[in-house]
């Protein structure tokens, strides 16, 4: 089942994230290359993305739960949607799955409700980004519809 945030969900979503995100990070790639940075490992800087995801746009994070133990619900996924209303575009930046729950469906559930809500705000695209790394997302993406439109490279510079 799928519904909006709540504030309870907070630390639920960043053990999430730093459970799965991995190699859909540009953190862990700086930190397999330069080691930790300031005495955080990627897993520190990923799930600070979580709080500005809340701050940025509450109404639009969404949870996947399931009953589990006791019949107690448990979040297995979310997705987040931020909107930049002026150029009319939604953008997606964090999908994430429990490893235990991946190949289900569920962050394809999870990605027609955001791609659903993106559209009722009246946007005219979507946007989302993934890594090469991500081969789930280089796969899902395009089954859904989205288009690769450009690449990106990173490049990062340590500072002695």
């Known amino acids: 089942m799928i519904r909006a945030f709540q504030e309870s969900d907070r630390e639920r979503l960043k053990q999430i994230t730093a459970e799965v995100f991995g190699p859909s990070a540009i953190d862990f790639y700086i ?5 930790i940075v300031n005495d955080h490992d990627w897993r ?18 969404f949870v996947y739960e399931e009953p589990g133990k006791d019949n107690q619900f448990e979040v297995l996924g979310y997705v987040t ?17 429990t490893a235990d729950s991946q190949g289900k469906g569920i962050g394809r559930k999870l990605l027609e409700y955001a791609l659903d809500y993106i559209k009722t705000e009246g946007m005219q695209l979507a946007k989302i980004e993934t890594l090469v790394g991500n ?8 089954s859904m519809g ?10 990062v510079k340590k500072l002695d």
């Open 31 to 35: 930190e397999e290359k330069f080691g």
């Open 81 to 97: 949607v931020v909107f930049d209303r002026g150029a009319s575009i939604g953008r997606i930046p964090n999908l994430a799955v």
């Open 135 to 142: 081969e789930v997302g280089m796969h899902l993406y395009p």
């Open 146 to 155: 989205f288009e690769e439109v450009s690449r990106q490279i990173h490049y």
């Open 44 to 61: 520190w800087r990923k799930v600070r993305h979580i709080d500005d995801d809340i701050q940025s746009n509450p109404g639009g994070i």
